[in-house]
């Protein structure tokens, strides 16, 4: 907290998931700015190609090493063959920092879930990070890389709402690992950070918006939300700045005090203020949103009739 010296991207490997689009491919350029060599994921090769051209637009040095991988992420064993190839492109060796930005979610009414929902949620909230931490910590350790791992939660990392049963659960649970291996991996000096964006406005937020129930939309209307290229710049402010748990705007800052358990402090004297606000202001915010859902009952009711989801 009270060290002055900052994480510096610039010449080193940095390996993003879900580098495609989205926060991931703004966070790709901007280390990119940085000087940094940038290794993306995903599943979809053509936008992988036309990420490339974007990430040469952002060179700094002719220098800098530009790769993609088409990999899904879903298993250990696909996590594990997508970090070796972008580790075999710089001689073997695992990458600086590994950014696990790929996820993807589904909100929608629990009662119009089919069970596949749930797990699929679990998939792309939990295990399509997991997997590249476990596949990104083993090497390091092996390696005696003095590395960075990183994990994107959300907000509902923090607390929860109607239409995000699929959802919140996994992101809740990426924070249990990134303390857990906050605590393990200092063991081997290997940082560990993870991030709570707001609502971002990408391609996912566009998919995301197709099942999500109307209340939903409703209710997270006040949230003003970050671009892509804004998210990525509070990450990698936060992951610059050592901070554990990272936070880009006010909403998440106030949860986040409020709710830190044994995370450590980013800085001591604004969480105090932060603790005071989220007294008195998150209870207040929680009987709004439970007002407005109440308020939704009825319609909500007529709504699962016209599904024949209940008599």
């Not at 009270?2 to 610039?10: D, L, R, V």
């Not at 001689?91 to 089919?114: I, N, R, S, T």
């Not at 791992?149 to 109607?162: A, E, N, P, R």
Request: proline share 4%; net charge neutral; aromatic share 8%.
């Amino acid at each position: 907290m009270f060290s002055s010296k900052k994480w510096s991207p610039k010449g080193l490997h940095v390996y993003i998931t879900g580098g495609s689009q989205g926060l991931g491919l703004a966070l790709a350029k901007l280390v990119a700015r940085k000087g940094a060599h940038v290794s993306i994921v995903a599943r979809t090769q053509s936008k992988l190609d036309d990420a490339l051209k974007e990430l040469e637009a952002n060179r700094q040095s002719p220098d800098q090493v530009f790769k993609a991988f088409s990999f899904s992420l879903d298993t250990a064993e696909e996590s594990t063959a997508a970090l070796q190839a972008a580790s075999d492109a710089h001689g073997g060796k695992v990458p600086d920092a590994v950014f696990a930005c790929a996820g993807a979610a589904k909100p929608m009414y629990l009662l119009e879930m089919q069970p596949e929902d749930l797990s699929r949620g679990m998939t792309n909230g939990y295990w399509i990070q997991a997997w590249t931490a476990f596949a990104a910590a083993k090497q390091m350790v092996r390696e005696n890389k003095k590395g960075k791992i990183v994990l994107v939660s959300s907000t509902l990392g923090y607390m929860s709402l109607i239409g995000y049963s699929s959802y919140s659960p996994a992101k809740h649970a990426l924070r249990g690992l990134a303390d857990s291996l906050h605590s393990e991996l200092m063991l081997y000096d290997i940082d560990t950070h993870i991030f709570f964006p707001p609502t971002m406005y990408t391609p996912g937020f566009e998919e995301e918006n197709k099942t999500k129930p109307a209340i939903t939309r409703t209710i997270e209307s006040t949230d003003e939300g970050l671009t892509a290229e804004q998210a990525a710049a509070g990450l990698l402010s936060g992951v610059e700045k050592g901070h554990a748990h990272i936070t880009a705007d006010l909403i998440t800052s106030l949860f986040r005090a409020s709710t830190r358990g044994s995370a450590p402090r980013s800085n001591a004297a604004l969480d105090f203020v932060l603790d005071l606000v989220a007294l008195v202001g998150i209870p207040i915010w929680r009987r709004s949103v439970d007002k407005q859902v109440l308020a939704h009952r009825a319609e909500h009711r007529e709504y699962l009739r016209t599904k024949g989801l209940i008599d």
